[in-house]
């Protein structure tokens, strides 16, 4: 049975992966120079999915942690510690161990074989992540380099206040391991690394990762609504011009039309049946996120939605009644930080074009 070719919500490789060669390339450049990296975009633009085709295009151990997972220094020390269990043998690593300040506590699980690693709470926080990083570091060498990457970094904070400050004096001295930073709230990944008193100031080569290229998606997508319909190419062009290429939607959209025409190839607006199915769907849930909205976040989303002038223009503030500048443009910042609106290429936009066509379709009713 055909399967659908498009995937949506978690990372993605072939046969969905779509293009990114100049990004795969840069972040290839970076991680096999002396330098580190951080990824920055807004959420579910294929983060993730890029670094970990770096990482399976090359031969190099690699440790990735997603810090929204980590709840201490103690916890992040020991996710860590477990993926160099799983990268080196043991008998490597248990002389070395035995050096550390504050020892682990490990078990083996014996349902899947894995080690099982803790550090009690309360121990002393520095030589034990201290420990810990400089443990891979010691294990590469210049010519068997390590990558690793944080996915989520801007969780930094909240796993403890210190935790930059703590994490950055101990990287600063390796010289045989990539850092890579992803990060998808924007403003704290820049504060993080842009800004001239915090701890990661300049640490790391900045990417900022923006959509897939409308051509590359309008390919993929003609090619795979091929045997269905001789009008691939439109549906295809009609798909990314509705979600203006933003990488999740594009596929989740892609996936609904396929399901669709896999039924009835004779639909003759399959993209209206599937953005009317899925409306039909998330209505209730639309609704709820409307009406926790402020009233001006309300009218700064409904200016976005509906019309195509910049929110902090006089037009703008003219069109939707609003009347100050600075009330746009902290009633955006709140909308940025909650995932409604993103920033690409400098433009404001709304995140979800499904939502912007239910606000759109609302208020013409
Ligand atoms: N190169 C790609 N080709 C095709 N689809 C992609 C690509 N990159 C991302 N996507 C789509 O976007 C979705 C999200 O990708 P991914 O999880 O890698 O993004 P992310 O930026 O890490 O997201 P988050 O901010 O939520 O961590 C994927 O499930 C897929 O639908
Ligand atoms: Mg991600």
Redesign the pocket.
Same mark, same amino acid.
């Given at each position: 049975m055909q399967t659908n070719p498009f995937?949506?919500?978690?990372?993605?490789d072939a046969p969905?992966?779509?293009?990114?060669k100049d990004e795969l390339k840069a972040v290839t450049e970076v991680i096999n120079s002396n330098n580190h990296l951080v990824i920055i %975009?807004p959420?579910?633009?294929?983060?993730?999915?890029l670094v970990y085709k770096v990482l399976k295009n090359s031969s190099r151990k690699a440790v990735v942690l997603n810090l929204q997972f980590s709840n201490s220094i103690e916890d992040f020390a020991a996710q860590y510690l477990k993926q160099i269990y799983r990268l080196f043998p043991v008998t490597h690593l248990k002389q070395k161990i035995k050096n550390f300040r504050v020892l682990p506590s490990l078990s083996l699980n014996p349902v899947n074989g894995d080690m099982e690693i803790s550090f009690k709470p309360g121990s002393n926080q520095g030589p034990l992540l201290e420990d810990v990083l400089n443990l891979l570091e010691e294990l590469s060498s210049s010519t068997k380099r390590s990558i690793v990457v944080l996915d989520e970094f801007q969780e930094i904070k909240r796993i403890d206040k210190s935790m930059d400050r703590k994490l950055r004096s101990i990287l600063q001295n390796h010289k045989c391991v990539n850092y890579v930073f992803l990060g %998808?709230q924007e403003s704290m990944m820049r504060n993080i690394f842009e800004r001239k008193n915090s701890p990661f100031y300049h640490f790391s080569q900045l990417m900022q990762l923006e959509k897939?290229k409308k051509e590359h998606f309008v390919a993929f997508i003609s090619k795979n609504l091929q045997g269905f319909t001789s009008e691939n190419k439109r549906i295809a062009k009609e798909i990314v011009a509705f979600t203006d290429g933003h990488?999740?939607y594009t596929?989740q959209l892609s996936f609904m039309i396929w399901n669709l025409l896999k039924q009835d190839q004779s639909i003759e607006k399959p993209i209206d049946e599937a953005i009317a199915v899925h409306l039909r769907m998330h209505d209730y849930d639309y609704e709820r996120l409307w009406i926790n909205l402020k009233n001006t976040e309300k009218k700064v989303i409904s200016g976005l939605a509906t019309n195509k002038k910049e929110p902090l223009t006089a037009a703008f503030l003219e069109a939707t009644n609003i009347n100050a500048t600075s009330t746009v443009f902290s009633s955006l910042k709140r909308l940025m930080t909650n995932g409604f609106v993103i920033q690409t290429n400098g433009k404001y936009e709304i995140d979800d074009p499904f939502f912007k066509y239910w606000i759109i379709e609302k208020r013409s009713n």
């Open positions: 995937k949506f919500g978690s990372v993605v969905f992966f779509i293009n990114r %975009s959420r579910r633009f294929g983060k993730t999915s %998808s897939i990488p999740y596929q």
